[in-house]
């Protein structure tokens, strides 16, 4: 039963990756942006009321700042309401009892104003931009694990020449959409590695070229040359760079 649900899984996955790359962005990144659009219309109606789910939510402080507010704009106050109340009743019972860094048993032993000043700045510098804040946001829990399953969908179908054309033709993936598949694609050969990267190196003279070309119109030279998709290159490029809107 397992290997047939899983089958199932693939050849919808594999169908979806095969119509993203026809559209804008990068792929993986489009069809993970519907799933968690998915996944989280079914937590207003289902999750919200699963007790599970509700205590995972409170461990992990509530979700991380992207999927906050994008479940904010569901326009679900009550169900928003209710994980909230439960998450800063939890929030403030750590305080209570010294933890978190709240005085108590458990607070840090309090150093002299000026001791260690630059130590515990380079320390602030170092958790602001280096460590993850909101590793344990259920929705990111469940990004990674799609991202997983459709890289390794992806893979697969690129042993096929029909797949190599189309995502040589697409806009490309994401920089962390491909590291993650270079990485997989390394484990499985050099041959899958050498078909990625030649369908990612096209990828990229493909939108550079359309990027050369938009700067090339915006000079005055140029401007009565007629507009066309190259106009909107930059935002492919943005894609390529940081991912489709919304992902992360």
């Keep these: 039963m397992q290997e047939e649900v899983t089958g199932i899984h693939y050849q919808r996955e594999a169908a979806a990756l095969q119509a993203a790359c026809v559209q804008e962005g990068c792929p993986v990144c ?4 519907a799933a968690m659009q998915r996944a989280m219309d079914s937590w207003q109606y289902e999750g919200f009321t699963d007790a599970e789910n509700r205590e995972e939510v409170v461990r992990s402080r509530g979700f991380c700042p992207l999927h906050t507010w994008q479940l904010a704009q569901l326009g679900i106050p009550f169900q928003l309401g209710v994980v909230y109340r439960d998450v800063l009743s939890e929030m403030l019972t750590s305080l209570n009892r010294g933890e978190d860094g709240a005085t108590g048993a458990h607070a840090p032993r309090r150093r002299p104003a000026l001791s260690g000043w ?8 170092v958790v602001t931009h280096g460590e993850t804040a909101y590793a344990d946001c259920p929705f990111c829990h469940m990004r990674a694990k799609v991202e997983w399953r459709l890289i390794t969908t992806l893979l697969e179908l690129l042993r096929s020449q029909e797949m190599q054309a189309l995502l040589s033709h697409s ?3 994401c920089l962390p959409h491909f590291a993650q598949a270079r990485t997989l694609a390394g484990e499985s050969g050099l041959a899958l590695l050498r078909s990625l990267v030649q369908c990612q190196q096209s990828c990229l003279q493909g939108v550079l070229g359309e990027v050369q070309e938009l700067v090339r119109k915006h000079d ?3 401007e009565d ?21 919304g992902v992360r």
Excluded at 30 to 33: A, G, R
Excluded at 118 to 125: E, H, T
């Design 220 to 222: 005055y030279r140029f």
């Design 118 to 125: 630059w130590r515990k700045w380079r320390r602030r510098m």
């Design 30 to 33: 489009t069809i993970v942006l």
């Design 171 to 173: 806009t490309g993936l």
């Design 225 to 245: 040359e007629p507009r066309g998709n190259e106009m909107t290159s930059w935002r492919r490029a943005a894609e390529l760079c940081a991912g489709n809107a």
